[in-house]
């Protein structure tokens, strides 16, 4: 971040804006971006201005900007307790401050560039360097941000169903909602906010949660103002330590005939190629399943109706067991010619641990032949442990085939052909 003369040119996050998605943070590669239960904030000591957070946000909530003087630079204390942004200084609160001229804005004369610190040494493999920030050049345009959370729309559900197998305590609803009359036009990749009702501890509303959208285009059920969501019920942290997720239990005991409060939708970059000869790659484990099947179920429409002509679609799905793994039934009944699938479970007794990465090397050669190819799109959903070694995998492939990895891995994030959404 450039200081100049005592100034700064403050990152900040609006917080009305924002919807808690973590995308933010997950994709800063100086880790400068922290949370809590509140906001999400920029450290204005270790931000350098980067830009790489701003495509990738889904509301825009990350685009923000103040001058500041650098004594009266926004503590993460103070950002964390926000509500809402504060006012810009004035010009006359800067020129008093001694950081501004009476026409020129900041003065340009005592300015001094901070470069970022290098600890000399090979630099760490940044899976998020390699993730596009830009959709496919085919993809259908998005809609975005059709509703804030001061104007958010009611949907009625139609629909909740436990989609992986009953009598299991991991439990992942298929969830329907009907917009009715209000438009809310979607794309495969995207997602939704859902407000829980009620308040937290502290008396405030809840924030949107995020969810990714599993139907396609055209609705869960074709020619319907409807969007599906895939919602796993959250019973415990990630320390094993129980807990009760207050959206995700919302969601999964809903009933039909309720209605819910919906901000979005978000997402312009994770867009699926219209490209008739593009294939597509997914990789992804538990719900981040839900983007794969909206993908898929347009793809299998378009076929059923005549109007596709080719793209190969490869799965890489990952879960503990089949049991947990949502649309298991459904994966079965698809066609081997339409979808080629490949499951990877890590908590089968008696077994060795198996990951999507995995199973990514068991197939290094046709995975290479997609690499090479430049109508081949990745798309990587799920937890952001798995990330980094779906991105290694990559480029091993890409490595063992022969492939330069720097050429092939900037040309996918150049041509938006790898998309990375993990949280």
């Known amino acids: 971040?450039?200081?100049?003369?005592?100034?700064?040119?403050?990152?900040?996050?609006?917080?009305?804006?924002?919807?808690?998605?973590?995308?933010?943070?997950?994709?800063?590669?100086?880790?400068?971006?922290?949370?809590?239960?509140?906001?999400?904030?920029v450290r204005a000591d270790v931000c350098n201005g980067c830009m790489a957070c701003i495509s990738p946000c889904p509301t825009g909530s990350i685009d923000n900007w103040r001058n500041m003087p650098l004594q009266r630079a926004y503590s993460i204390e103070e950002q964390l307790g926000w509500e809402e942004l504060p006012p810009e200084l004035s010009a006359e609160e800067l020129e008093a401050a001694g950081v501004m001229d009476a026409g020129s804005g900041i003065d340009a004369a005592t300015k001094v560039e901070v470069e970022p610190?290098?600890?000399?040494?090979?630099?760490?493999?940044?899976?998020?360097?390699?993730?596009?920030?830009?959709?496919?050049?085919?993809?259908?345009?998005?809609?975005?941000?059709?509703?804030?959370?001061?104007?958010?729309?009611?949907?009625?559900?139609?629909?909740?169903?436990?989609?992986?197998?009953?009598?299991?305590?991991?439990e992942t609803h298929h969830v329907v909602l009907d917009f009715g009359a209000m438009p809310f036009p979607v794309l495969e990749g995207q997602s939704i906010g859902i407000v829980p009702p009620g308040t937290d501890a502290l008396g405030k509303a809840h924030h949107p949660r995020q969810y990714s959208i599993a139907s396609p285009r055209n609705g869960e059920r074709p020619g319907y103002n409807n969007v599906s969501l895939t919602v796993k019920r959250v019973t415990q942290d990630h320390q094993g330590n129980a807990v009760r997720g207050i959206a995700s239990n919302y969601v999964c005991d809903l009933k039909v005939g309720d209605t819910v409060t919906v901000v979005g939708p978000f997402g312009s970059t994770f867009l699926m190629p219209n490209h008739p000869k593009s294939h597509i790659v997914m990789?992804?484990?538990?719900?981040?399943?839900?983007?794969?099947?909206?993908?898929?179920?347009?793809?299998?429409?378009?076929?059923?109706?005549?109007?596709?002509?080719?793209?190969?679609?490869?799965?890489?799905?990952?879960?503990?067991?089949?049991?947990e793994l949502?649309?298991?039934?459904?994966?079965?009944?698809?066609?081997?010619?339409?979808?080629?699938?490949?499951?990877?479970?890590?908590?089968?007794p008696g077994q060795p641990r198996r990951y999507v990465q995995d199973a990514m090397r068991e197939r290094a050669a046709d995975l290479a032949a997609l690499l090479a190819d430049g109508n081949t799109h990745f798309y990587v959903c799920g937890l952001k442990s798995m990330e980094e070694g779906v991105v290694l995998a990559l480029r091993d492939v890409a490595t063992g085939a022969g492939l330069d990895w720097d050429t092939v891995g900037a040309a996918l994030k150049k041509e938006g052909r790898l998309h990375l959404e993990t949280y």
């Open 1 to 41: 971040m450039a200081v100049e003369a005592g100034v700064i040119r403050q990152h900040l996050i609006d917080p009305e804006i924002c919807i808690r998605c973590n995308t933010c943070e997950a994709t800063c590669p100086v880790n400068a971006i922290t949370h809590d239960d509140n906001n999400y904030v």
């Open 283 to 323: 990789i992804c484990t538990g719900t981040g399943s839900a983007p794969m099947r909206a993908m898929t179920e347009w793809r299998r429409r378009l076929r059923k109706s005549g109007k596709f002509e080719g793209g190969k679609l490869m799965l890489f799905f990952g879960a503990r067991s089949q049991q």
């Open 326 to 348: 949502p649309y298991f039934g459904p994966l079965q009944t698809l066609p081997k010619d339409f979808i080629d699938i490949n499951l990877a479970f890590s908590r089968i």
């Open 117 to 170: 610190v290098v600890t000399p040494g090979e630099a760490p493999f940044m899976s998020t360097s390699y993730g596009a920030t830009t959709p496919p050049w085919s993809a259908a345009h998005a809609y975005t941000n059709l509703y804030a959370p001061k104007r958010p729309v009611r949907a009625t559900v139609t629909g909740n169903f436990n989609c992986t197998e009953a009598g299991f305590e991991s």
